[in-house]
């Protein structure tokens, strides 16, 4: 992936798509995750209204980084929440179910990227860290197919804002992702947020006649738009697609974003 430009396709649920530039991954789309938006939004960062006509300006100027520090966002503020998205859309299709890598050349530029980008070597080794932080919890936690609900004991237990936000939201038919899109919060934190309230008896998987039946509920497996001009060779699937879950014991941080 040395000095590689381009895209590269995770065919999956939820799967992924990886901007490129130099050998750096500068953006990742995945609808596993939250993007932008979402984060900038529900952060409070800017409204919906400023967004939109960021959105606009940006056809005219080419930029939308342009557009929004001309609304008061620090450009600081809006790299460090695309590494955010990088990182946590990266977790995101690792998380789910890979069928394939393709090479994407038909593909449009992303609206934001990061400057600088993370090194693949990089994003490999925090993905699998964050896998691993994931199955070295009491309980481990699907993102996409288990349904969580407040247990019996919440009214007793002391939780913190956060938490009495995820209770407020755990009607038995939101998985993490769902959870992570309504709370405007990255994938990451939020799944391990959840499995810890999980193991603490906050919560608890919701049972079938509760939950859907549906996997991945309102998720669409990432396919391409068109037919891909190269299939990526399993040797090279192993080097520049996302690591598989490996035991570990990696101390998990839950993050803020």
């Not at 490999?124 to 699907?142: G, Q």
Request: hydrophobic letters at 40%; glycine letters at 8%; aromatic letters at 2%.
């Amino acid at each position: 992936m040395d000095r590689v430009t381009g895209a590269l396709r995770v065919v999956g649920n939820a799967g992924g798509l990886f901007h490129l530039r130099d050998g750096a991954v500068v953006a990742v789309d995945s609808p596993g995750s939250p993007g932008l938006e979402t984060l900038l939004l529900s952060s409070g960062r800017i409204e919906e209204s400023d967004w939109t006509a960021a959105l606009v300006e940006s056809v005219e100027t080419r930029s939308l980084q342009a557009a929004l520090l001309a609304r008061g966002i620090k450009s600081t503020e809006v790299e460090d929440l695309i590494t955010a998205v990088v990182l946590d859309g990266a977790f995101a299709t690792a998380a789910g179910e890979i069928e394939e890598c393709l090479v994407d050349e038909s593909i449009d530029h992303p609206l934001l990227a990061a400057s600088d980008g993370v090194a693949t070597d990089l994003l490999l080794s925090e993905t699998a860290r964050r896998l691993d932080a994931i199955a070295s919890l009491a309980v481990t936690l699907s993102p996409y197919r288990d349904r969580v609900v407040a247990a019996g004991r919440t009214e007793s237990a002391v939780v913190t804002a956060e938490q009495r936000e995820i209770i407020a939201h755990a009607t038995g038919r939101r998985t993490a992702r769902d959870m992570a899109f309504a709370l405007g919060r990255s994938l990451y934190p939020v799944t391990v947020e959840i499995s810890r309230m999980l193991g603490d008896g906050l919560l608890e998987i919701a049972p079938p006649a509760t939950s859907s039946s549906c996997s991945h509920w309102g998720l669409t497996s990432l396919r391409p738009r068109t037919p891909a001009t190269q299939t990526v060779s399993r040797e090279a699937d192993q080097a520049s697609s996302l690591p598989t879950r490996r035991p570990g014991r990696a101390a998990p941080d839950s993050g803020t974003v």
